[in-house]
């Protein structure tokens, strides 16, 4: 039996407030589709929630995922997620084991449609998959999707 590949959904706030996303969540059911695991003991903090804010002592939670998923950085721009200092602090940051999903792109993962999931697999996918590789050069995390226009 193969070992299982950890992945969280993640929002960050301009704070530096983050969220999870629970298995139930349509962003998260995306990933365990894929074949991604949330870890037993994240999955317990939930209880009945499909949403999990931590507080920033709580962001080593995120330390030894294989992959976090960000997604709504209109709540937190990818600086203010790649900035975060105690996010900064962790082996998942440090060996650049995180893809941050933006704009076109995360719009269509937030709707987690039949139409909108071909664009978002195309784009997350290989970003995913350059994240779990074990060469952090290969990874652009803040690279994902088209940004925002204000």
Known sequence: ???????????????GSVALFAGDDPRTQVMTALGFV????????????FYLPIS????NLLADLDVVVWTQVDYASPE??????????TQNFQEGRFVI??????????WATVLSLPATLDVLIPHIA??????PDT???????TPVEE
């Open 1 to 15: 039996m193969s070992t299982p590949t950890y992945v969280i959904v993640a929002a960050g706030s301009a704070d």
């Open 101 to 110: 999903s933006q704009g076109d792109t995360d719009t269509a993962y937030n």
């Open 38 to 49: 949330i870890p037993d003991e994240i999955m317990a903090l939930f209880g009945d929630s």
């Open 130 to 135: 350059a994240a779990i590789d074990g060469d």
């Open 80 to 89: 203010a997620i790649r900035n975060n200092p105690l996010y900064q602090q």
């Open 139 to 145: 990874n652009e995390p803040d690279m994902i999707g």
């Open 56 to 59: 920033p002592e709580q962001v």
